[in-house]
């Protein structure tokens, strides 16, 4: 029992303040209060001074009409900025509806644009299979690719298409394997795997190609020989 009670006190003892803690808090209470009876005071001399009530000696005059007007300017000021902040709070709520609305109006326009290409597919889906030769069906895929890349380049869309022996350019090739080539210069185009796209001058997918490796030192060396 002696000992939970020396270790009850010494618990108390650990979360009672000091003298000192405890000065510290009324000093600190004591400032807060002069410092709401100053702003109270400082608020009646300006209610004061305002409605031309303040009592004063007449060589003060000056000194209660810079007051007056400052209190009018700063109100003045205050006014201002509140209207600034509530007309910015509303610009910002007009572009971010604005913005919302140009992406709904740009979403609409390419499944606009798509839907032709989809009705297309579904004629194509009617057909009897025995009365499509196989020339017809890749006639029908050619025709819907070509749509196709017509509705992109009305967005912007160009594609890139290298050709076999073009300088290989990292920006706009994507190097997929090395390939040698007669006739074809290292760091070149042996193999094209696919086309790549571009949107404006960013590139959207580079086109998949085979390279040429650049030759090893021995080679080299022996091709010189």
């Known amino acids: 029992m002696n000992e939970t009670h020396e270790h009850t006190e010494d618990q108390n003892a650990d979360t009672e303040p000091t003298q000192e803690q405890q000065e510290q808090q009324e000093q600190l209470a004591q400032a807060q209060k002069e410092a709401e009876e100053h702003a109270a005071r400082m608020e009646s001399i300006r209610h004061l001074a305002l409605n031309g009530e303040l009592e004063t000696s007449p060589e003060n ?67 009897d299979p025995e009365k499509v030769s196989a020339q017809t069906v890749l006639d029908g895929v050619r025709m819907l690719r070509d749509e196709f890349m017509r509705l992109l380049g009305n967005y912007g869309v160009t594609p890139i298409s290298p050709s076999v022996g073009d300088e290989f350019n990292p920006v706009e090739h994507a190097a997929m394997m090395q390939q040698p080539a007669e006739g074809i210069e290292p760091g070149h185009i042996s193999l094209v795997m696919g086309i790549g796209f571009k949107l404006g001058d960013r590139v959207v997918r580079p086109a998949k190609v085979g390279v040429v490796p650049q030759p090893e030192d021995g080679q080299a060396l022996d091709e010189e020989g």
Do not use: K
Not at 84 to 91: E, G, K, L, R, S
């Open 61 to 127: 005059a000056e000194i209660i009409e810079a007051l007056v007007d400052t209190i009018r300017l700063r109100d003045e000021m205050q006014d201002r900025l509140l209207r600034a902040a509530a007309d910015h709070q509303n610009f910002q709520r007009r572009a971010s509806g604005n913005e919302r609305e140009a992406r709904t109006s740009a979403t609409q326009g390419v499944v606009q644009s798509l839907i032709p290409l989809l009705d297309t597919f579904e004629m194509a889906m009617t057909q």
